[in-house]
């Protein structure tokens, strides 16, 4: 099993180049990066697990720019989003964005998009909080016309874009779907939490599910299964990725159980000293 991690990384926290260089070193196989914007003050959202909002959620870095310093000083080591806030992008932007990180980096990156909890944040990057979810469809259509080998338009309900020549391209190459053109672009993971709607974007326009915490994996999986062979997906199945998670033997056992090959473990928003003491610590893990 693959052991990645992730960190709110900050103003505050170890830095992306000294964390990048110290996991490669160390064994492990990814770093994935979170995104917010900003936190407005005013905000009515609550916190999702409760409680006040931790402060690091209003000092996150952008986790492009920290992914590409992270990515300069290692050679291995893969890098991810967890995730983009896709509907708050322009996505011609974020297209080029993606696909640059993906070829600088050989191929290592792993795009994780989700549709957030934060209605204000979103208000502020003008999007309707109601069809956060349908734009984020239509952000990765365009993205994907952008992507594909050969100058491709999009015309979709909240974008579009005319058949252009788009470089670099990411490196992966694509991935064949019944009835329907192959899917462009680097690995894309989708974040959030089982039910219908979510794994019908799974299997529709990505690779695979970033389930938040790894929790109920066992009665989750036949339906994201079933709704992978539904869509006319490949017979290798769609990626499973448990995220943010605190590890034990027992929980990454239950996981291989399942078929799961990557995990993506918590680690705490610090400084330089506390985060090696949490890598130390999950060492005993890889």
Same mark, same amino acid.
């Given at each position: ?45 609550? %916190? ?8 690091? %959620? ?7 720019v920290a ?63 109601a069809r ?110 448990? %995220? ?10 239950? %996981? ?31």
């Amino acid at each position: 099993m693959r052991i990645a991690t992730t960190i709110f990384a900050t103003d505050e926290t170890i830095t992306p180049v000294r964390l990048a260089q110290e996991l490669e070193q160390r064994g492990f196989a990814g770093l994935y990066l979170p995104e917010h914007t900003h936190i407005p003050v005013s905000r009515e959202s609550p %916190y999702p697990a409760g409680g006040p909002l931790p402060p690091e %959620y209003g000092r996150t870095l952008d986790p492009f720019v920290a992914l590409g310093q992270a990515a300069a000083v290692t050679d291995r080591l893969g890098l991810g989003t967890g995730i983009t806030l896709i509907a708050q992008h322009d996505p011609i932007v974020l297209a080029k964005q993606t696909a640059t990180l993906d070829f600088l980096s050989g191929g290592r990156f792993t795009l994780g998009i989700g549709f957030g909890w934060n209605v204000e944040e979103a208000a502020d990057h003008g999007v309707d909080w109601a069809r956060r979810r349908e734009v984020s469809r239509d952000r990765m259509a365009l993205m994907r016309a952008l992507w594909a080998e050969e100058p491709t338009a999009y015309e979709g309900e909240f974008g579009s874009v005319r058949a252009s020549e788009a470089y670099p391209k990411p490196v992966r190459p694509p991935r064949e779907r019944t009835g329907a053109p192959p899917l462009s672009g680097p690995r894309t993971l989708v974040g959030g939490g089982a039910g219908p709607k979510l794994f019908a974007h799974v299997a529709e326009y990505a690779d695979g599910w970033l389930p938040i915490g790894g929790r109920g994996l066992t009665e989750a999986l036949p339906a994201l299964r079933t709704a992978w062979q539904e869509a006319g997906r490949g017979p290798e199945g769609p990626a499973v990725v448990p %995220y943010a998670v605190r590890p034990s033997p027992g929980k990454l056992a239950h %996981y291989a159980d399942l078929g799961v090959d990557e995990v993506v473990l918590q680690l705490p928003p610090a400084g330089e000293g506390e985060v090696l003491r949490a890598l130390d610590a999950y060492a005993q893990y890889l």
